[in-house]
């Protein structure tokens, strides 16, 4: 059964950093395309990032620049760096992986004041 376990979020102020980790049991993640979503109050689920089991990564405009997508195969571990945080960053973010369906971690919450 694959696992995954957000952490790292928490409040910040605007043009601050935090470093999310998505920490997976059950599956070998750096065999797999992995993606951050994030969503915000009242708004749909959003793409963020992704990487591919190669390390190629990609962006959603709105981050690109400012987020940096990485994964530790050591650790089995995927992160999401970001820096110069904007208020509309706000939302809970989550780590995905598609293999035997969807799975999502429970998701953390990045706050950031203006």
């Known amino acids: 059964q694959v696992q995954l376990v957000e952490s790292g979020g928490g409040l910040v102020q605007a043009g601050g950093s935090l470093r999310l980790s998505c920490a997976a049991s059950?599956?070998?993640?750096?065999?797999?395309?992995l993606s951050w979503y994030r969503q915000a109050p009242g708004k749909q689920r959003e793409l963020v990032a992704t990487?591919?089991?190669?390390?190629?990564?990609n962006y959603a405009d709105s981050v690109r620049g400012r987020f940096t997508v990485s994964r530790d195969n050591a650790k089995n571990t995927m992160y999401l760096q970001m820096n110069s945080l904007k208020p509309e960053d706000t939302a809970v973010y989550y780590c995905?992986?598609?293999?035997?369906?969807?799975?999502w971690g429970q998701g953390t919450q990045v706050t950031v004041s203006s």
């Open positions: 059950g599956i070998i993640l750096s065999s797999y395309f």
């Open positions: 990487i591919t089991s190669g390390g190629n990564t």
């Open positions: 995905y992986v598609r293999f035997l369906g969807n799975n």
